[in-house]
């Protein structure tokens, strides 16, 4: 039976043994009973599937039947079920089995995935297939366990001869000064070939281009895994790899301190098949009393066979950096499972599946591995205090997520650049520190940095307050009118549009307190009487719960996340551009939970920040059920950066300013900036090789660029990876925080929904609405509240035919006719074209002050 047969076969079962148990729960017993122990037969064309939901409680009635499963084994294992009395079977039935929890210790459940299902596709349960096939044609549940072979030795006179694939992964696309240093470093040893898992800027790959053999720059969304697949695959090949004495696994998740020549001598004198920095076995710990190094030898003899429930507990290699012989290299099954490495829902099941299930797999299968550092420490020594003393010995690498994640809450880390130096004096410490400030979420960097040894010898983990001390510190801190709180876009983590131009101005007015509640961007504004401190810690509540203005771009808990009393706080809503679709309580058919949730969120502000009259009216319809009155047009303080003269600009977006004028170099900047679409992927426009060629020919003709930036919640970035090859250049948010600065240098607008198409029409210059699934979209998902033919000044393309045509004739200058139109329609969404809004929202707030 194949496995769509299998799947079929399933699927037809669940439906009879739910038409069984109507009949009596005997019926439905005697039809497990008669499946477990003849097996599953092949369906019959006419038989029907079962939905999904019958399906699982299928799969946990055979289970049960079958007395296949370790309730309490599972349940040590599963600290969730523990937690949420979710029952054991169901839990197992749903997310174990994806998540590769074993249901017992005699079932290697990645293991039997691997040898005899598809590890590439995820809709057959094991353990199911294991009792209606498996067990009927004897297919074994453990790994053979082969007998250690003897490891391979390399000669110290041969000349190595070695292959390093380097991966790495950068949101900005820019190969940073650590990774060529580290390449460089390599490239003494290796042939290295790299491969970015990124869409690079225009001109980084080109900093390797004298330390590598060959570098690439592919999205593929597969994490490092998926990168050492497809260089072992595609990109350099399994043939070429082979004549190498050893291949090298590295990543940029680490920083070289020192030069590798004893790493490599120290393992060239030492016989393994595989080898690594450092071995990991995570009940090996002190939580569980372990204090001091296991002989690696003794660690192996223990644990190199064993099953476990939880697979993150099998002894393994950590993967940042693995070495592999020509034995393991040449091995079918390590050549199979790394070229069926596929992309998952999460970084946890890459390491589970690929990092741990490939030291799992090499184990079992005899090959004997070595390390670097000298018998198996407390788990993960790389993130430990132990990390201080295997630097001591010549560990040659700084794992960046000890220091700015710190998963194992060290102390004191506030001190790490001093303390890699005394032991490392050459290390290139101030490197490491930019490459920290860039990637780092920057309130986990600073919680990491805050944890102290106190006096009396234990540990401040600066934790902040509950929720129930929140409230009543709530409940008895003083307000005070003149602090003010700006909590960062709950999204994209920014400070900017509406919020940003607020801050602005009143940043020199020493008589108000500036609260900025950054989350993971780092924000460094200057001003008079400012305080910037993460929201997530305990100085962010300690000024929130005093602050009584708090500006928010979305809702008070989305943005302040904490709760917060809007009786004694004034949330100010200042959004984050005039709307276009439909949002709140003016969806389409709204769900009554959903309406009930939006109501409580919008009732809790004391007012909105509207561009006009009209936008008065659509606010407040969004805003149920907050009153006419509660909507202050004041004009979105935001264009004040339209409509301000150069010199008025924010230092800092001047200088952005200046930068996508070198990005641009003379050329049009011509935005495309598509909204979010609930459907996700499959919702988005693919355009076709054609259309792609036509874009490029009609960027060339009229010395235009494209400037992708998607919505802030997307993160699938499906545009840009389709743009990217064009030439566009990336105007995301990362970049670019604050959209005004693009709006001020735009020489036209391109989008299908977003709020965006109105806001440009305040520059006066074309927009164009690519709209090729306007009536679903109007009619099917959140709606709009414009009809876009009446209210937009440029045309509805609802074909990519229709947006060539558009685009054809965008740069045309307008009649007067057409100009006084263009007018008409800008003056139904601005009640104001100066840049004064900023002072006018300030001074409404200073209206609330005592009330």
């Known amino acids: 039976m194949t496995l769509d047969e299998f799947v079929i076969a399933w699927s037809a079962f669940a439906a009879r043994w739910?038409?069984?148990?109507?009949?009596?729960?005997?019926?439905?017993?005697?039809?497990?009973?008669?499946?477990?122990?003849?097996?599953?037969?092949?369906?019959?064309?006419?038989?029907?599937?079962?939905?999904?939901p019958v399906v699982l409680e299928c799969e946990v009635a055979l289970i049960k039947r079958a007395k296949a499963f370790d309730v309490k084994a599972y349940k040590r294992a599963q600290v969730l079920v523990r937690a949420a009395q979710t029952g054991p079977f169901r839990h197992f039935c749903s997310i174990g089995w994806k998540n590769l929890v074993n249901p017992r210790i005699d079932f290697d459940l990645w293991w039997y995935w691997n040898e005899h299902l598809d590890p590439t596709r995820e809709d057959i349960n094991p353990l199911i297939h294991h009792l209606l096939v498996g067990r009927h044609q004897d297919l074994p549940t453990l790994p053979p366990v082969d007998d250690v072979r003897p490891p391979t030795s390399l000669g110290a006179d041969d000349t190595i001869r070695r292959a390093c694939l380097f991966v790495g992964y950068d949101p900005d696309g820019i190969v940073d000064d650590h990774v060529v240093a580290y390449v460089t470093e390599l490239s003494r040893h290796a042939d290295v070939y790299y491969l970015a898992d990124s869409t690079m800027a225009p001109g980084e790959l080109e900093k390797l281009a004298g330390v590598t053999r060959g570098a690439w720059s592919i999205r593929h969304g597969r994490y490092d895994f998926g990168s050492w697949s497809m260089l072992a695959q595609d990109l350099v090949g399994w043939d070429t790899l082979a004549t190498y004495d050893e291949v090298v696994f590295a990543n940029d998740s680490a920083y070289?301190?020192?030069?590798?020549?004893?790493?490599?001598?120290?393992?060239?004198?030492?016989?393994?098949?595989?080898?690594?920095?450092h071995a990991t076995k995570r009940p090996y710990s002190r939580d569980n009393g372990d204090d001091v190094p296991l002989p690696l030898a003794e660690a192996k003899q223990r644990w190199r066979v064993p099953n476990e429930i939880d697979p993150v507990d099998h002894l393994h290699l950590s993967s940042y950096f693995l070495v592999f012989r020509r034995p393991v290299i040449a091995d079918p099954g390590f050549r199979a499972r790394l070229d069926s490495v596929r992309r998952q829902t999460s970084k946890s099941l890459v390491i589970l599946k690929y990092e741990v299930g490939l030291s799992r797999y090499l184990l079992t299968r005899g090959f004997d591995f070595a390390t670097i550092v000298d018998g198996l420490y407390p788990y993960l020594p790389a993130y430990t205090t132990d990390y201080w003393d295997v630097l001591a010995q010549g560990f040659p690498l700084l794992k960046r997520n000890l220091i700015s994640e710190n998963p194992r809450r060290m102390p004191d880390l506030d001190t790490w650049k001093e303390r890699v130096l005394a032991l490392v004096p050459g290390a290139d410490v101030e490197s490491f520190e930019r490459n920290l400030l860039r990637?780092?979420?920057?309130?986990?960097?600073?919680?990491?940095?805050?944890?102290?040894?106190?006096?009396?010898?234990?540990?401040?983990?600066?934790?902040?307050?509950?929720?129930?001390?929140?409230?009543?510190?709530?409940r008895w801190a003083p307000k005070f009118d003149h602090w003010w709180a700006f909590p960062v876009c709950a999204y994209d983590h920014t400070l900017s549009g509406n919020e940003r131009a607020l801050f602005d101005e009143i940043a020199d007015d020493p008589s108000i307190k500036k609260i900025i509640l950054t989350r993971s961007r780092r924000i460094d504004l200057p001003g008079e009487n400012v305080v910037t401190v993460p929201l997530m810690s305990r100085e962010g509540q300690y000024h929130l719960a005093r602050a009584r203005q708090i500006f928010v771009k979305?809702?008070?808990?989305?943005?302040?996340?904490?709760?917060?009393?809007?009786?004694?706080?004034?949330?100010?809503?200042?959004?984050?551009?005039?709307?276009?679709?439909?949002?709140?309580?003016?969806?389409i058919d709204p769900p009554p939970e959903l309406k009930r949730a939006e109501g409580r969120e919008h009732v809790a502000c004391?007012?909105?920040?509207?561009?006009?009259?009209?936008?008065?009216?659509?606010?407040?319809?969004?805003f149920w059920p907050l009153a006419y009155t509660d909507m202050w047009p004041?004009?979105?303080?935001?264009?004040?950066?339209?409509?301000?003269?150069?010199?008025?600009?924010?230092?800092?977006?001047?200088?952005?300013g200046r930068r996508l004028e070198s990005d641009l170099d003379g050329r049009r900047l011509v935005l495309f900036l598509p909204t979010f679409k609930d459907?996700?992927?499959?919702?988005?426009?693919?355009?076709?090789?054609?259309?792609?060629?036509?874009?490029?020919?009609?960027?060339?003709?009229?010395?235009?660029?494209?400037?992708?930036?998607?919505?802030?919640?997307?993160?699938?970035?499906?545009?840009?990876?389709?743009?990217?090859?064009?030439?566009?250049?990336?105007?995301?948010?990362?970049?670019?925080?604050?959209?005004?600065?693009?709006?001020?240098?735009?020489?036209?607008?391109?989008?299908?929904?977003s709020s965006c198409l109105v806001d440009f029409m305040l520059t006066g210059r074309p927009v164009a609405s690519f709209a090729y699934d306007l009536d679903r979209y109007s009619q099917q998902e959140r709606g709009l509240f414009y009809d876009l033919h009446q209210v937009l000044p440029g045309p509805v393309c609802e074909t990519f035919d229709d947006l060539a045509e558009a685009l054809d004739g965008f740069f045309d200058p307008l009649s007067p006719e057409q100009e006084e139109d263009y007018a008409w329609r800008r003056r139904l969404f601005f009640d104001h074209v100066d840049d004064r809004a900023a002072a006018r929202v300030v001074a409404r707030v200073k209206s609330l002050y005592g009330s």
């Open 256 to 277: 070289l301190l020192r030069p590798l020549d004893d790493v490599f001598a120290q393992m060239v004198a030492t016989a393994a098949d595989w080898w690594g920095l």
């Open 439 to 474: 990637m780092s979420a920057d309130d986990k960097l600073r919680h990491s940095l805050s944890i102290t040894t106190r006096p009396d010898g234990t540990v401040d983990y600066h934790e902040p307050w509950s929720w129930a001390r929140f409230r009543t510190e709530d």
């Open 606 to 622: 004391r007012a909105v920040v509207t561009s006009s009259r009209m936008d008065s009216l659509t606010m407040r319809s969004a």
């Open 679 to 753: 459907a996700q992927d499959e919702a988005y426009y693919r355009f076709s090789p054609e259309e792609l060629a036509w874009l490029q020919d009609w960027m060339y003709r009229n010395d235009a660029v494209l400037g992708v930036r998607e919505h802030m919640a997307d993160s699938a970035k499906t545009y840009w990876h389709q743009l990217a090859p064009l030439g566009a250049i990336d105007v995301s948010s990362r970049r670019y925080p604050d959209l005004e600065v693009l709006y001020r240098s735009a020489a036209a607008l391109v989008s299908d929904y």
């Open 18 to 52: 739910d038409d069984a148990r109507g009949e009596s729960p005997e019926a439905a017993q005697s039809l497990l009973d008669d499946v477990l122990a003849s097996g599953l037969s092949p369906a019959p064309e006419s038989a029907a599937p079962a939905p999904d």
């Open 554 to 587: 979305h809702g008070p808990r989305i943005n302040a996340h904490w709760p917060l009393s809007p009786i004694t706080h004034n949330f100010v809503n200042t959004w984050h551009g005039i709307p276009l679709k439909r949002f709140g309580s003016a969806m």
């Open 634 to 656: 004041t004009g979105l303080p935001r264009n004040d950066y339209i409509r301000c003269e150069p010199e008025r600009l924010p230092p800092d977006l001047a200088d952005a």
